[in-house]
């Protein structure tokens, strides 16, 4: 009995501990990976990185100017193409829908959402690659647009629902009809959830590759309109990477931290406008 | 307050609208307008779902008329003769995707008791919100990671290490390259350790405390109750969460891409170089020579697609039917 009593104590802090160290590894495992790429990005970051075109192979030196400038490009059309339909579809869902069509709707939307981001470039390949014949910035911002979709319709959905029932009323009330409430009252109530969730799905989409190998493709040269292949930092670090050359490698890290960088910084922020949302909305 | 918030649903509002007589003309109208805009939208989402779907099958079906079910046991991939079958690469996916589960799994789901069961609440959040940051990373940057770190330490310590204390076992046997199989998964497992934290997280914090005072009542330790009474409590959710992973390895691209070695090939070893779909997907796409190469390229896209929703559903359902259980009860 008393034997039994110390063994199961001793099991108790065994395994209490050992989910200590699970947690600890798996938080580590994130200051591990923005530790290196501190460290090794920091040392290859040059003012050249941001304003030079990448350099040929053999010659050290270069940047990614035209990458910085396409991801920027291709971005700036995800944001054009995809958050309008998401935004639009999340107040549909969250203020208009009935019971049928809502669940239709978000269900097309979870599906979306759980597509994998490559399957996503295989169909702006067939869509708009193949039609065109070529690849080009149009494209790529297309297949980041339409990873976008979701992520701020089910954002967007969330946190107009989280808008209290009593300032719809309140505007109703007033005689405002259901569009003109949930224009000037609801939607600026929900206003800053609504931005962060779209800056979150930004942050997330900036840093997506697979789609952008076949639709928006490299090029070594500044990006040329919207009709062009462009070049991209997700996918400058892949080729990067996977080369053989040294100078490379290092473009590779400082690409790297730069994307890293932006995209904690954009989780960051969205966390802190979150956090700050909390105070006001009480009074 | 959590209850008004669902009290007005989209009909309500209607009907107060049509209740004030004369204005209800052109507040109708006004409204009917806003409607009728957002549904388009609400149907673009739907549309660009649908579009998805039978993009995927029109351009596949050369490739699955002349393939057929064959497609999905032949092992031939040679797009010089125009012979492609799909096993290498299911094969590297599910392998892969195995090992980071078997990673992935207990370090997820120790980490999520501790969060949630151990940890001051403060505490918890913060690290669930690094756990959020790390979820965060960008594949390619993980990928970046992986070439340089993870395989050189694979190859130098690790692999060899196992080699010689499993080396018997078929999985630990063969040359040593460092990139492979075992790579791809562990790195899979660094992508998907996060999903499960968090999610499983919210579930054992959704289970009741009465399970786990009547569990302590009883004189169970600390760890008793929690995994023999809370643990099976949340089960099908923690499932669930493994499943959400599960869905998410499969399709992930990038870093596996950069880590496994890129080779058609089916080796027992998780040493040697291998291929996912969505690895040969992201290799040989761009490059793809004639249509038969191209379509088969699309028709992976199409299994790995079907595989992926259905895992997503499945998964979906298992952690709904947990939070309702467990929210039931107050």
Redesign the interface.
């Known amino acids: 009995m008393r034997f039994r009593d110390y063994r199961r104590k001793f099991v108790n802090i065994v395994m209490l501990s050992l989910t200590g160290v699970c947690a600890l590894v798996s938080v580590s495992i994130l200051f591990f990976v923005l530790g290196y790429l501190l460290v090794h990005g920091w040392k290859a970051l040059s003012w050249d990185f941001f304003i030079k075109l990448p350099a040929p192979v053999g010659e050290s030196g270069g940047g990614m100017g035209n990458a910085i400038i396409g991801s920027a490009k291709l971005l700036l059309i995800a944001l054009l193409s995809g958050v309008p339909v998401g935004l639009i579809a999340g107040v549909y869902l969250a203020e208009f829908s009935g019971k049928a069509v809502g669940f239709t709707v978000r269900y097309v939307a979870d599906l979306l959402n759980g597509v994998p981001s490559i399957v996503m470039g295989i169909f702006i390949y067939t869509v708009v690659v193949l039609p065109m014949h070529h690849f080009s910035a149009l494209a790529g911002g297309l297949a980041l647009g339409a990873m976008l979709v979701p992520i701020v319709l089910r954002s967007t959905e969330d946190f107009l629902r989280g808008v209290p029932s009593s300032l719809r009323e309140a505007a109703l009330a007033l005689g405002a009809s259901r569009w003109r409430a949930i224009a000037t009252v609801v939607i600026p109530a929900a206003g800053r959830g609504i931005t962060t969730g779209i800056l979150l799905a930004l942050a997330r989409v900036a840093g997506e590759t697979a789609p952008l190998l076949f639709t928006s493709f490299q090029s070594q040269y500044w990006s040329q309109g919207f009709n062009q292949p462009t070049a991209s930092l997700p996918v400058m670090i892949y080729t990067y990477a996977i080369s053989p050359y040294e100078n490379w490698h290092r473009q590779a890290w400082a690409a790297g931290f730069i994307l890293l960088m932006l995209v904690l910084i954009a989780n960051i922020g969205a966390r802190l406008l979150l956090s700050r949302r909390a105070s006001p909305a009480r009074g | ?1 959590t209850t ?5 649903p ?2 309500s ?2 009907r ?2 049509g209740r ?1 007589g004369s ?1 209800r003309g ?2 109708l109208t ?2 009917k ?3 009728s ?3 388009v ?2 149907a ?3 549309l ?5 779907v039978l ?2 099958w029109w ?1 596949s079906s050369l490739a699955r008329e002349k393939f057929g079910w064959q497609f999905l046991i032949s092992s031939a991939w040679n797009p010089v003769t125009e012979q492609f079958g799909a096993l290498p690469f299911i094969y590297g996916t599910l392998v892969t995707s195995g090992v980071a589960l078997v990673i992935a799994v ?6 999520a ?3 949630a ?3 001051p609440r403060t505490l918890s959040d913060i ?1 669930a ?6 979820a ?10 992986g ?3 993870l395989v050189p330490v694979l190859r130098v310590y690790i692999d060899p290490a196992l080699q010689s204390a499993f080396g018997f076992l078929p999985i630990f046997a063969g040359p040593i390259y460092g990139v492979g199989l075992m790579a791809a998964g562990l790195v899979l497992a ?1 992508m998907i ?2 999903f499960i ?1 968090t999610v499983s997280r919210e579930i054992l914090l959704a289970v009741p405390a009465d399970q786990r005072e009547a569990a302590l009542a009883l004189g169970a ?4 109750s929690t ?1 023999k009474v809370v643990v099976p409590y949340a089960r099908s959710g923690i499932i669930g969460s493994v499943f959400l992973a599960l ?1 998410r390895a ?5 870093a596996v ?2 880590v496994i070695g890129n080779a058609p090939v089916i080796s027992t070893s998780l040493f040697a170089p291998g291929n996912t779909i ?1 690895s040969v ?2 290799n040989e ?2 490059e793809a020579m004639g249509t038969m190469n191209l379509q088969a ?2 028709e992976l ?1 199409l299994v ?2 079907a595989v ?2 259905a895992i ?1 559903a499945l998964a ?1 359902l298992l952690v709904l039917a947990t939070t309702r259980k467990g929210s039931s009860h107050p």
């Open positions: 307050m008004t918030t669902n009290i007005l989209g009909g509002g209607k107060a609208g004030i204005w052109r507040l006004g409204d307008i806003a409607h805009i957002t549904l939208f609400a673009c989402v739907v660009l779902g649908v579009l998805l993009q995927l351009q207990p370090l997820g789901l120790g980490a008791i501790f969060l069961e151990l940890a690290m919100f690094v756990t959020e940051l790390l965060a990373i960008p594949s390619v940057i993980i990928g970046l990671i070439i340089f770190v660094i350790v996060p934290i330790t600390k760890w008793e995994w869905a499969l399709g992930e691209t990038m891409t950069m969505a997907i992201a796409f761009a390229l699309i896209g790995l697609f992926t929703i997503n979906r």
